[in-house]
């Protein structure tokens, strides 16, 4: 019977809450006003100071063919020899300038490097954009080097200007959003800060200046 009658309390006192109209505390907020100040500075300068400073290894390009040159040569340095890349454009650059790799993983400790493009570019905080439906959800997490190769025509101001990039180029957003701002880090333990805990210990980005 008590607890019958402590529960009659409890929705009434839910039911008179609901009933009430209180007025709003923060009447000058906006929700729609942008959270940053706005700059003048250009987004493609914007972006590679902050990508730099995340440690991102930074390359501004002009054409896909010196990307692929780039790519030999660090291939080359580093004898990367398993190569993994899922997207087709990418693959037939990859088989064009006879960089062998694989489009399915078959084991993911072999892996030494994965290439890929991006969905858009955040100017403000230097971070990448990737989804399930262009990249696999495997890059960022297994491969120890990720290559990533964008354009400076998918740079976006901050993220809310990204999630409108991507509400525009799909009817439905991707299962599966990743926002990458340099190489994976973390100092959960101690303190100490421990590259690649998470993901990739090198981040490769080569931006093709097609502005």
Not at 200 to 210: E, G, S, V
Request: aromatic share 8%; charged share 25%; proline share 5%.
């Amino acid at each position: 019977m008590d607890e019958s009658t402590n529960r009659e309390k409890v929705l009434k006192k839910i039911r008179a809450s609901l009933l009430s109209k209180t007025d709003n505390p923060y009447p000058q907020l906006s929700l729609e006003a942008p959270i940053y100040y706005s700059t003048d500075e250009d987004p493609l300068l914007l972006f590679c100071e902050k990508a730099e400073a995340a440690g991102v290894k930074f390359f501004l390009i002009e054409s896909e063919l010196e990307f692929m040159e780039n790519l030999v040569s660090l291939g080359m340095i580093h004898k990367w020899k398993n190569i993994y890349c899922v997207e087709d454009g990418i693959s037939n650059l990859l088989t064009e300038c006879e960089l062998p790799h694989e489009l399915l993983i078959n084991n993911k400790m072999n892996i030494d490097v994965a290439v890929s493009t991006c969905e858009c570019l955040i100017a403000r905080t230097g971070s990448i954009v990737f989804s399930s439906l262009e990249q696999s959800r495997s890059i960022p997490a297994f491969t120890p080097v990720h290559v990533v190769l964008a354009r400076a025509s998918q740079l976006t101001s901050d993220l809310k200007d990204a999630l409108v990039w991507l509400r525009h180029k799909y009817p439905k957003l991707p299962a599966s959003l990743s926002i990458v701002t340099g190489p994976s880090r973390t100092a959960d333990i101690s303190g100490k800060l421990v590259m690649g805990a998470h993901g990739p210990k090198q981040l490769y980005l080569f931006l093709i200046n097609d502005r």
